[in-house]
């Protein structure tokens, strides 16, 4: 047996989703880039599970859809003012509210794939309003019932905040959604296929996701990044600070990547937005403290910044709590997930590699009174 540690350039499956090649990033075949700059998350949204972009009475249809399942039964409100709120991780609360939702989903075990394509409408259209009734909940808030006039990425940040967001918010926490959307077979896209290969349900392989997604060396790292910049306070600090961290051999969130060598083509378009709204909010400082990360840890360790770099100081200056930012991922990267999923559905087998054992060799009982 050859072990693969972590299933590093181990080719599990085949997807035609998304794809990694030679640091460029597609979604069916559309370049990353020209989605930033053209496309809506609904319109990802629908080319992640259509496979093509859709015309303007597809994405029209879509939109309703979504709107028209935002709402979530009040069970999930009501379950959240149960938790000891002031304790409990966002991620956590939204693994278990997702885990809750299937519970109130008549269609859960439902395995046809027109069933399984109306839960992923209700998944996609509600996480955004589970989120965000959490986040004003745990606040003393009640949570503001999401509108269908607006666009989801206009929707989300209605709802977090209850007052209508202007347009440089949207567009910019619209671009996130497009960036963080879909990447292939990465950790938590992994976890869904392999639990719903099982052919356990759409609820259950999303409920695994969110679980691998929270993980610092995944979807966490965003907050780890916010957290490292609070931390450093100014840029002055950030070189003795992270020179400091690499000679201790710690990790600098946000940099590093399995699969890409040059560079994430994500981050580029999140750094040009940190610019822009760190200025626009009046404080520069975060944008500069970050660029200032970069050039060292780009020139000592030639580890370039990941998605989840620029991402933290863009959703600090949309005022998005710092523990948010995590599942403001899932909210996007539930679109790929439940893609992947469906894929899975269509040409499925049972995920199960193997471990070459190394615990000891064969050996016979011995009775509990003759141990010791
Ligand atoms: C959306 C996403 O999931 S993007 C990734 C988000 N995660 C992070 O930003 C966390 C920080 N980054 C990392 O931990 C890693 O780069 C990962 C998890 C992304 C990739 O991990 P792997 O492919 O397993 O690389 P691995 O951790 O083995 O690192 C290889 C080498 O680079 C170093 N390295 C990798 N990332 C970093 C980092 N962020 N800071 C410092 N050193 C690093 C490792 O210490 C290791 O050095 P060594 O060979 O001298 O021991
Ligand atoms: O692909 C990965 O390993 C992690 C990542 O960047 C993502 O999920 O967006």
């Not at 403290?289 to 780009?298: G, R």
Request: proline share 5%.
């Amino acid at each position: 047996m050859t072990v693969t540690r972590g299933l590093e350039g181990v080719v599990a499956t085949t997807s035609s989703i998304s794809s990694i090649i030679d640091d460029t990033l597609t979604y069916v075949g559309y370049d990353i880039d020209d989605l930033a700059e053209n496309a809506t998350f609904e319109e990802v949204v629908y080319l992640l599970w259509h496979r093509e972009l859709p015309t303007k009475e597809q994405l029209e249809q879509l939109r309703k859809q979504l709107a028209e399942n935002a709402a979530v039964p009040n069970e999930i409100i009501e379950h959240f003012k149960l938790y000891p709120i002031d304790k409990v991780h966002p991620m956590a609360a939204l693994r278990t509210a997702i885990s809750l939702l299937g519970l109130y989903d008549e269609e859960a075990d439902v395995m046809t794939p027109e069933a399984n394509y109306r839960k992923a409408i209700r998944l996609q259209a509600k996480i955004p309003t589970i989120v965000t009734a959490f986040s004003r909940i745990r606040k003393g808030l009640e949570p503001v019932a999401p509108r269908q006039d607006l666009t989801f990425a206009a929707n989300f940040l209605y709802m977090l905040t209850g007052t209508e967001p202007n347009e440089i918010a949207v567009e910019a926490f619209d671009k996130a959604l497009v960036l963080h959307a879909d990447h292939e077979l990465n950790a938590s896209t992994f976890t869904a296929r392999v639990c719903v290969a099982t052919l356990s349900d759409i609820y259950s392989g999303i409920t695994a996701a969110i679980g691998a997604l929270k993980g610092p060396l995944h979807g966490g790292a965003n907050e780890a990044v916010m957290k490292m910049l609070t931390e450093i306070g100014t840029v002055e600090n950030a070189e003795p600070y992270v020179r400091q961290k690499l000679e201790n051999k710690e990790k600098i969130m946000g940099f590093g990547h399995r699969v890409y060598r040059k560079g994430d083509p994500r981050a580029k378009h999140l750094k040009k937005m940190s610019e822009k709204l760190t200025k626009l909010v009046g404080e520069p400082h975060w944008y500069e403290m970050s660029a200032k990360i970069e050039e060292i840890v780009t020139s000592t360790k030639a580890l370039p910044p990941n998605v989840d770099f620029y991402s933290a100081s863009v959703y600090h200056c949309l005022r998005i709590d710092h523990d948010l930012f995590t599942p403001i991922f899932a909210v996007s990267r539930m679109s790929g997930w439940l893609a992947h999923i469906l894929e899975q559905y269509e040409n499925n087998r049972l995920i199960r590699p193997r471990a070459e054992y190394t615990g000891p060799a064969k050996r016979s009982y011995v009775p509990i009174e003759q141990r010791g």
